[in-house]
């Protein structure tokens, strides 16, 4: 297991165009998490998946900002109409079921909006 | 709400001194407190965590309730922990994350 694997690492688009990240777990992890990064700043919060239910969604996710996670391991994050607002790095992070409270980080996928 | 605060973007100490990164937070029950770190060109990982009252790479952390801070201290800095060092917490489910303190060790 070489850990949480996201795809792509970079993304270059034009404003307007729609983009999809894609994040795969640490194996028999259940929880997913999406963070977004920008410079200088922390992770900010964007959503979470316990298995396949998505049971809490930040405010800073718009409606052009859509995140599944279909058989409960991997998970894709779609950002449509993409504005220069979203360029970042977006960061999955897993959980595995116990209490230990480790978050595994991916290491990103850096946007940038033209 | 939740929030995290580190009040220092950035701190710079000569090797061999002591070094604290402050953190404080925000949280209406009873949170559970991590220091993450991130090393140049690496992903984030979990440095240490109040429950475990462990020390890491030398550094240790105290939760202090009173003065809802968790403050990370390390009695002499090496130039291998320059690094982001991010304070967070989570009150079961979601993790909020401080704007994060970049540590620079001098030689």
């Known amino acids: 297991d070489t850990g949480v694997s996201q795809n792509p690492r970079h993304k270059i688009t034009k404003r307007g165009q729609n983009v999809t990240f894609r994040c795969d777990p640490i194996?028999?992890?259940?929880?997913l998490y999406w963070y977004r990064q920008t410079l200088g700043q922390g992770p900010e919060f964007l959503t979470y998946f316990q298995n396949e239910a998505q049971l809490e969604k930040s405010r800073l996710l718009s409606d052009r900002f859509s995140a599944e996670r279909p058989k409960g391991s991997f998970s894709t994050l779609e950002i449509q109409r993409t504005e220069q607002g979203d360029s970042a790095m977006y960061l999955c992070?897993?959980?595995?079921?116990?209490?230990?409270?480790?978050?595994?980080f991916g290491e990103g996928s850096r946007l940038t909006v033209l | 709400a939740q929030r995290v605060t580190q009040p220092e973007k950035l701190l710079s100490v000569f090797k061999g001194a002591p070094v604290e990164l402050k953190c404080n937070y925000s949280?209406?029950?009873?949170?559970?407190l991590f220091w993450y770190v991130q090393y140049s060109r690496q992903r984030l990982q979990l440095l240490l965590r109040?429950?475990s009252r462990e020390s890491i790479k030398g550094f240790t952390a105290d939760l202090n309730k009173g003065e809802t801070s968790f403050h990370l201290k390390k009695p002499f800095a090496q130039e291998e922990d320059s690094a982001m060092y991010y304070c967070a917490l989570t009150g079961g489910q979601n993790f909020v994350f401080g704007p994060g303190t970049r540590l620079s060790v001098l030689p």
């Open positions: 109040h429950i």
């Open positions: 949280y209406s029950g009873s949170p559970e």
């Open positions: 992070a897993t959980r595995d079921r116990g209490h230990s409270g480790e978050l595994f």
């Open positions: 194996s028999e992890h259940n929880r």
